[in-house]
């Protein structure tokens, strides 16, 4: 089992920054970011693995977030650059305890964080 806690939400004009936190419990296999926006699907954004620091992104992110992590603290970041109207969602942290990295699947998630991105 693991908890998880995301913070750093909050509201920013387009081509503003922001940066979320995700806290875990304990160690995990990998952690990562997914979004959902209002009337929309859940997107998968970017995600890192702990041992190695691999790190994916979405296309639609790739080049303006940037994820990273502080192994000490079992703490991932989000640093979101270049932000658009169309970021805007309740932002979500995912975990999985063994690999491979299955973050769709996982059961482990946080309560999720607002990003809302005005223009």
């Known amino acids: 089992q693991v908890q998880l806690v995301e913070s750093g939400g909050g509201s920013v004009q387009a081509g503003g920054s922001l940066r979320l936190s995700c806290t875990a419990s304990?160690?995990?296999?990998?952690m990562g970011w997914f979004r959902q926006a209002p009337g929309k699907g859940r997107e998968w954004v970017s995600e890192?693995?702990?041992?190695?620091?691999?790190?994916y992104y979405a296309g639609s992110v790739k080049g303006r977030f940037t994820v990273s992590q502080d192994n000490t603290k079992n703490t991932v970041y989000l640093q979101m650059h270049s932000l658009k109207p169309e970021d805007t969602g309740m932002y979500y942290c995912?975990?999985?305890?063994?690999?491979?990295?299955?973050?769709?699947?996982?059961?482990?998630w946080g309560p999720g964080t607002q990003v809302t991105v005005s223009s």
């Open positions: 890192i693995l702990t041992d190695d620091g691999t790190k």
């Open positions: 995912a975990a999985d305890l063994n690999g491979p990295c299955r973050l769709s699947d996982s059961d482990y």
């Open positions: 304990r160690y995990t296999y990998c």
